[in-house]
């Protein structure tokens, strides 16, 4: 919905095998609205992957290949089900490989935790270099700073494949300034660490995106009418007011309303007004029965 069609959009993927047995609810995709909303942003699509190497490399290769800016979740930890960071270099078709960065946060973290439980930190133990794993990522990503633990994800450029990698520093500060270029931003499962990544991913690497695709819905609850009687009028709005989607949301056991139709358009705010002057006009004739008016915005 933002005016400016070059934009990349904002897609996310949950990867993970709880979500879609139900052992654990999702709590990204509703978080993801939000942060995005008070930013003027709209998420575009959302994916649930279980952990099945094929399909997460597939989703991430779609992924890779529409331009958006992607905000993955699950899957980078060092246990055996854990694929995503194999994943992601099999998508991109580079080699995996320890981040310098990354190998010095990790580090970092095994000396606090040594130093909380007061004991001398051993970098050398197998435990210890179990968790350097989880600092190996597709060779010439960037690193995603993890305010909870330190342990950081990573993220790669749309674009991004043997021949950027190889020419890629080995480790260190992102090069890249914020652009218009959309990628993959690999986070943590847990929300306690996903959430601050991904505000720290959109108000660093896009913050010259906010609220240039601010949108806004201008609806009314119709009370009596027939989606495909009034299925020629959605279309006669859409057509009269390009950018602007018209809705149309049905309720049939709503506890206030009842069975009624919630009608109405979403746009840029200052397409939005005059698009939904004209939905109630070209009502009129219908002569139906109207409940509030309602509006929302991420304002």
Request: charged residues 20%; proline residues 9%.
């Amino acid at each position: 919905m933002s005016p400016d069609d070059t934009a990349p959009g904002f897609g996310l993927i949950v990867v993970g095998d709880e979500i879609l047995s139900g052992r654990r609810a999702d709590k990204h995709l509703a978080k993801v609205i939000e942060l995005l909303a008070a930013r003027g942003l709209s998420l575009d699509w959302a994916e649930v992957v279980g952990d099945v190497p094929a399909r997460i490399t597939a989703t991430l290769q779609r992924a890779f290949a529409s331009g958006d800016v992607v905000l993955c979740t699950g899957g980078i930890g060092a246990t055996p089900d854990d694929h995503t960071r194999q994943c992601a270099a099999a998508a991109l078709g580079v080699p995996l490989a320890l981040h310098s960065e990354a190998k010095a946060l990790i580090e970092q973290r095994m000396r606090d935790m040594a130093a909380e439980q007061g004991v001398p930190c051993e970098p050398g133990r197998p435990d210890n270099l179990h968790r350097l794993n989880m600092g190996v990522f597709p060779e010439g990503a960037h690193i995603i700073p993890n305010p909870y633990n330190r342990i950081p994800g990573f993220y790669v450029l749309s674009g991004a494949g043997p021949s950027q990698a190889a020419n890629a520093p080995s480790g260190g500060s992102d090069p890249h300034a914020a652009g218009e270029r959309g990628g993959i931003y690999f986070m943590p499962g847990f929300p306690v660490m996903a959430w601050p990544m991904i505000e720290w991913v959109l108000d660093h690497r896009y913050p010259h995106l906010h609220r240039r695709a601010a949108w806004e819905e201008r609806s009314v609850i119709v009370f009596g009418g027939v989606e495909a009687t009034l299925a020629p009028v959605m279309e006669r709005v859409e057509a009269a007011h390009p950018g602007v989607k018209v809705f149309s949301l049905p309720s049939v056991d709503h506890p206030e309303y009842g069975r009624h139709i919630d009608l109405g358009v979403k746009g840029a705010p200052e397409r939005v007004a005059g698009a939904y002057a004209d939905l109630r006009a070209w009502l009129a004739p219908f002569g139906l029965r109207y409940g509030p008016e309602m509006v929302r915005n991420p304002g």
